[in-house]
């Protein structure tokens, strides 16, 4: 027969280990419930994955609201007449191609401010095309891409082609939250799951994109593996090295994923 010592001594046992099964219960209740929190609000809006930068760059930018911005597409020539390295087994896209196909608007700086918020006009009628619905391709009228003109072919070793300098131009989330409900909406994707879309760069910051809403746009995400939100992210680090390593000027580059980012890899001969 148990002592009333030893008795004492079970019951203590037992409540510790009661105790201890609650604690931890709550710990799982609350890591779920944050998980299902961070992701029906769609966290981790914009990315482009390209550049994973461990830490913040030690460049600094000027976020003031002097961001301008022009139709002009003679950068796309310009910069292909200015590269630093060396041109002997680089692509280029001919400038009739890209006159034709490619028409950036030109911004001097990264295309947002904290006061003014994200830079450009914001198209409330837009329709996507290609691929499955929702459609993999943005409209070319209301995202023709947009591009930081103080990137060039004669400084990517001081810029996009540098370790974390992209993480330095991306916008912060409480920016892209609001922009990425109003273009859910001006693609018609009202009604639809937010944190099934990725808030994508069109001209990805890691070839010299810049942050305003002619480059921005609601892209479905299909997880094409891990790390990847969608397939674009791939093509995009996959040109990234290409400018990088000298194998594809800039210009060309930011011409083909602008133009198709599906057929970008091919028209390039990188596929």
Known sequence: MMSSASFNNFVFVGRLFCRYLRIVSTLIFAFAFMSLITTSCGFGL?????????????????????TTYSSKTSVV?????????????????????????????????????SDT???????????????????????????????????????LSSTICSYGYT?????????TEPVKYSLMKSYGYEGLELHSFELDHLIPLELGGAS??????????????PGYLNSKDIVENRLHLAVCDGVVSLAAAQSAIARDWITALQILGLS
């Open 46 to 66: 914009v990315s482009d994955t390209g550049d994973k930068g461990a830490g913040p760059s030690s460049t600094s930018f000027d976020h003031s609201s002097s």
């Open 77 to 113: 020539t310009n910069r292909q007449s200015s590269s630093s390295l060396s041109t002997s087994t680089t692509t280029n896209i001919s400038p009739s191609t890209n006159t034709a196909l490619f028409s950036p608007v030109l911004v001097s700086g990264v295309g947002w401010s």
């Open 117 to 155: 918020g994200i830079g450009g006009v914001l198209h409330h009628s837009c329709s996507a095309v290609g691929g499955d619905t929702p459609k993999a391709l943005p409209d070319r009228a209301c995202t023709p891409g947009a591009i930081d003109v103080n990137i060039s072919q004669a400084n």
């Open 167 to 175: 993480e330095s131009l991306r916008p912060p989330y409480f920016l």
């Open 212 to 225: 305003t809403y002619q480059n921005l746009w609601p892209e479905l995400n299909n997880y094409p593996a």
